[in-house]
């Protein structure tokens, strides 16, 4: 399997490559780099020099760990990456790392530094530099290690102290490496994004050449070069962003040679087939197939209570419909998929991690179906890919949707599924984006949706009893899925969704709000 722009991302462009010990804020310090407008890429900390070096970087970052440098089995990188002539920027754990291993002294600090700490600079060169500490001699930084650096090696000198007169900062000016004990990446170190920005541009010498129109550029080459004159490329659209900037990217680069099929499961939200169908076949230049298997999922679906049945279901049915139409259409060599950075990392694939999520799996389409993979936003974050869309003209609708799990409203209505349950969870969910629309709310929100729960309840409705199930609302504020705060609503605008609700689909008994913040709970019900 051919991986598209991960053969030969060298010689793409400048680069920076973080070496990952497993810091919990690895991920941040590449989406740091990357807003400064240079390109980024994690590697496993232990990758050979050999490798990087194939890479071309223009400086090397070494994240933290939540080891120590002095436990036994302490993770640390190849030691050539200090001969190789690459800026070096550690952070934390990687500054720990960098000055045991150069000749300084790291040892378990009498205190342990953690959050906000005060810390002032001893040399401004060249970290410091910005015009962000003109003023400063005093700055604030969030801190997160137990150990600290007791002497520094031969060839560095001290930039910065904390208030405790523990080491914050270290270079060796002459060899370009560079150590900060605090987080530069977070939020809560202010002015941190400067100190990786003078590490950048003014150590590392990047230029700020990593744009959306710089990464269509690249992009729309690259599949035209990987596809070359004649070959053909089927791909999978879902209506959700990220395969529909990999659609538009295909137009852009090889036309009507491109073919989209959209497999319509019927567990989309109210309406939403249409628009995504008229989107595509107006906007798109190749042949679009719309496959409607609504029929098909809720026989395979019938039955089914467990969530992660559902899931299975959902998965096998898709590729079964998928492979069967593809491979009808007679002779295509690539198949392009709309796989991002976050899946790449999480499925294992660079630091080794450990699968986080079975779902994140769900409708990848399997190996065997024997096409050569075209995935031109294996490098992106999910902000990046809608700024990619919005340089190719997506329109909002598709820009700003919400994200919606790949087994659309099957994980929503809680039990098994029948026609009649999807059409009123459709109505439900419609109200309530329609009045979140209205309300002003919904770009404040990561998701905002409805459940129909199995629960059936008695209510009151004209003068009669009435027995019905409960829709639950679900809205929450996140930066990235992995955790997530309930919105706090207006009560005016909860109580208009629940009068609407119960008033314009009959047999909803009760509307009630989900106050469940993940973790403990999770974004979804199932
Ligand atoms: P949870 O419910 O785990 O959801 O807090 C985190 C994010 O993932 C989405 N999600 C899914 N996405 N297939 C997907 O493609 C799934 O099976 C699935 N389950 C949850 C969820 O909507 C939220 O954005």
């Not at 462009?13 to 990357?34: C, H, N, P, T, W």
């Not at 899925?481 to 629940?498: G, Y």
Request: glycine fraction near 8%.
């Amino acid at each position: 399997m051919k991986h598209f722009l991960n053969e030969d991302s060298s010689s793409i462009r400048e680069k920076v490559v973080i070496l990952d010990f497993g810091g919990q804020y690895s991920m941040l310090i590449a989406r740091r780099i990357r807003e400064a407008g240079v390109f980024c890429e994690l590697l496993p900390y232990d990758t050979s020099w050999l490798e990087i070096e194939e890479h071309q970087p223009a400086g090397i970052i070494l994240s933290g760990s939540p080891a120590s440098v002095n436990d036994i089995s302490a993770p640390y990188c190849d030691p050539a990456i200090y001969r190789g002539g690459v800026p070096i920027l550690g952070i934390c754990y990687g500054m720990h790392l960098i000055a045991r291993e150069l000749g300084g002294e790291v040892v378990k600090g009498s205190r342990s530094e953690f959050g906000r700490t005060a810390f002032k600079i001893v040399d401004r060169e060249p970290l410091f530099e910005d015009d962000y500490f003109l003023d400063e001699t005093s700055c604030c930084a969030w801190m997160s290690h137990q150990d600290e650096v007791l002497e520094v090696p031969p060839g560095f000198g001290v930039l910065a102290l904390t208030e405790n007169n523990t080491i914050a900062a270290i270079g060796d000016k002459e060899n370009k490496i560079y150590g900060v004990q605090f987080h530069p990446e977070v939020f809560h170190t202010p002015g941190g994004t400067n100190v990786l920005k003078r590490f950048l541009f003014n150590v590392c010498g990047c230029s700020q050449s990593w744009t959306p129109r710089s990464f269509v550029n690249d992009a729309v080459a690259k599949i035209r070069d990987v596809v070359g004159e004649n070959e053909k490329v089927v791909c999978a659209l879902s209506g959700g962003v990220d395969s529909s900037v990999v659609a538009f990217l295909l137009d852009q680069a090889i036309a009507d040679r491109a073919i989209y099929i959209f497999v319509d499961h019927g567990l989309l939200r109210l309406d939403e087939a249409a628009q995504v169908i008229k989107l595509y076949r107006e906007r798109l230049k190749g042949q679009f197939i719309h496959v409607d298997a609504k029929k098909m999922f809720l026989a395979a679906l019938a039955g089914v209570t467990e969530p992660e049945e559902k899931r299975r279901i959902i998965g096998a049915e898709f590729i079964k419909v998928f492979k069967d139409k593809a491979l009808s259409m007679g002779d295509i060599a690539y198949l392009a998929q709309g796989t991002i950075y976050p899946d790449v990392i999480e499925s294992g694939t660079v630091s080794g991690a450990a699968i986080i999520k079975s779902h994140h799996n769900v409708g990848g389409l399997p190996e065997e179906l024997g096409f050569d993979l075209v995935e031109p936003l294996r490098e992106l974050f999910k902000d990046e890919v809608r700024l990619v869309g919005a340089e190719l003209g997506l329109p909002g609708s598709i820009l700003k949707r919400q994200p919606f799990p790949g087994p659309g409203l099957a994980v929503r209505i809680i039990g098994d599924i029948t026609a009649e349950k999807l059409t009123l969870l459709k109505q439900a969910d419609a109200i309530f984006r329609e009045e979140v629309y209205n309300a002003g709310l919904s770009e404040e929100l990561w998701q905002y949706f409805a459940v129909l729960t199995d629960v059936k309840v008695v209510g009151v409705k004209g003068d009669d009893r009435h027995y019905g199930p409960v829709i639950a609302l679900r809205a929450v504020i996140s930066e990235d899925a992995m955790t997530a705060d309930w919105a706090r609503l207006p009560h005016d605008l909860l109580e208009k969704v629940s009068v609407r609700i119960t008033g314009e689909i009959p047999d909803v008994a009760r509307v009630v709000y989900d106050i469940t913040s993940k973790p403990p709970g999770t974004i979804e019900w199932e």
